[in-house]
């Protein structure tokens, strides 16, 4: 029930935050949508450009800043998969909430996920992870903090004889599930449906939350 809303907009114009999800895209496309899409990291774009150049289907993609997202035209059609929100403060969700519904058609469909309170304290946060292939070499340290995650990853790729030590930073938020339907409501969403993984029915283990709304 949770990803069937899909059916429902194939053709309409829709647009996806966060262009690290490149093969969502293709899918989309694939699938009648006139779609482009949103990432505020250049390196990302480059990537998301080049995937799309290498597999033959063109997507526009734009520089944005998910707190700030902005569409020229209305839309029928927002989604941000893979913890976009994550990376919004508590204090930033209605704003980002309201930017969306100010994008979308009345009736325009907004579906995202998040990673649930329960994963990031309980799974991530205080533990360390690392693997280690014949390419890539990586380990990964999560701190909890005051509402969120810190997470420290330390790449090593390999490169001929050689390899390259890559470092990323990332901060990810901590958001209830009451918090962010208060904000969607306040943005002027009605809200559908919230499960879990793929449509499965939320527990209080579930790792990954979707949330299904639609601008009143």
Known sequence: ??????????????????????????FLKKN?????????????LVEAVRLSNQEQIFVNFIRQDIKNFKSFEKLDFVTTINDGFNYVAQKDLFKSFKNVATSLKKGGVFMFDVSSSYKLKNV????????????VTYLWFNTLQDGSVK????????DGEKYIRKDENHLQYIHEIKDIESALIGAGFEIIEVCGHLGEELTADSQRINFISVKK
């Open 151 to 158: 997470m420290e990853l330390t790449f090593f790729i390999k």
């Open 32 to 44: 009648g949508y006139n779609v482009y899409g949103v990432d505020n990291s250049e390196n990302m």
């Open 1 to 26: 029930p949770c990803v069937s809303m899909i059916d429902f907009i194939i053709g309409f114009m829709a647009i996806c935050v966060l262009a690290s999800v490149t093969l969502f895209y293709f």
């Open 124 to 135: 991530l946060a205080n533990n360390l992870f690392g693997e280690d292939t014949d390419d």
